[in-house]
């Protein structure tokens, strides 16, 4: 079992749809959480990080961290067809953020149609 | 463009020879990562440098891979006698280090091909 649980999707919606994205994962020590977005063919790029449990805004969106059930999300608000991409969760261990080695779920491919 | 760069961009090679990536990291960013994406699939952790000293390496690195990072600057990745099972996106991503939290900027990727 992996440590990080994501589903691929794909994910299909319209513009201007609310966007939900979810990661499960089985390792109590991690404690920073991040999302990415990886459009075609280019390395992922940070979207937003997360420390511990909470919940982090930036723009159109939403980052959610619930430590007690080792479950992630990222809410995406007002969708644009630019929004389309796979996005990917990311963990690290505590303790380790200045190591800083990377756990990344599998990836959700997200398609905005207009 | 002061980003993470990468050198080549893809790469088609024959099972057996031997392939080898540059990463030019960031500028003074003092620790370098090495990641390997295959299709459908998020990036997987290979090895870090701090400065020029290799201090983990994940048991996905066989011993027909290696790293360097001459000088604590850019760094290579070889792999030697390829095989298709080494056909993958590998990224390079490069931190700083000192805070509570350093965001790792990552390049565009190598793509490698093995026929």
């Known amino acids: 079992q992996k440590e990080v649980e994501q589903d691929p999707g794909p994910l299909s919606v319209p513009e201007g749809a609310i966007v939900s994205l979810n990661c499960t994962y089985s390792?109590?020590?991690?404690?920073?959480f991040m999302w990415y977005r990886q459009y075609s063919r280019k390395g992922p790029e940070l979207l937003m990080y997360?420390?511990?449990?909470g919940n982090k805004e930036d723009g159109r969106f939403t980052a959610q961290v619930d430590k007690s059930s080792k479950y992630i999300s990222l809410f995406i608000r007002d969708s644009q067809p630019s929004d389309s991409a796979t996005y990917l969760c990311?963990?690290?261990?505590?303790?380790?953020?200045?190591?800083?080695?990377?756990?990344f779920g599998q990836g959700t491919i997200l398609t905005v149609h207009p | 463009d002061t980003g993470v760069s990468q050198d080549p961009r893809h790469k088609i090679t024959k099972r057996g020879q031997n392939v080898t990536f540059r990463c030019d990291p960031i500028?003074?960013?003092?620790?370098l990562y090495w990641y390997r994406q295959t299709l459908g699939q998020g990036p997987e952790f290979l090895t870090y440098?701090?400065?020029?000293?290799?201090?983990?390496k994940s048991r996905l690195l066989s011993d027909r891979f290696s790293a360097e990072r001459p000088k604590g600057s850019f760094s290579t990745l070889e792999i030697q006698r390829t095989e298709q099972g080494d056909s993958a996106m590998y990224l390079c991503?490069?931190?700083?280090?000192?805070?509570?939290?350093?965001?790792?900027?990552f390049g565009p990727g190598t793509r490698l091909t093995v026929l």
């Open positions: 990311a963990m690290i261990r505590a303790g380790g953020t200045s190591y800083g080695k990377l756990t």
């Open positions: 991503a490069s931190t700083d280090t000192g805070g509570s939290y350093n965001e790792q900027f």
């Open positions: 997360t420390y511990s449990s």
């Open positions: 500028s003074e960013h003092n620790r």
């Open positions: 390792n109590s020590a991690f404690q920073y």
């Open positions: 440098f701090q400065n020029e000293a290799q201090l983990e």
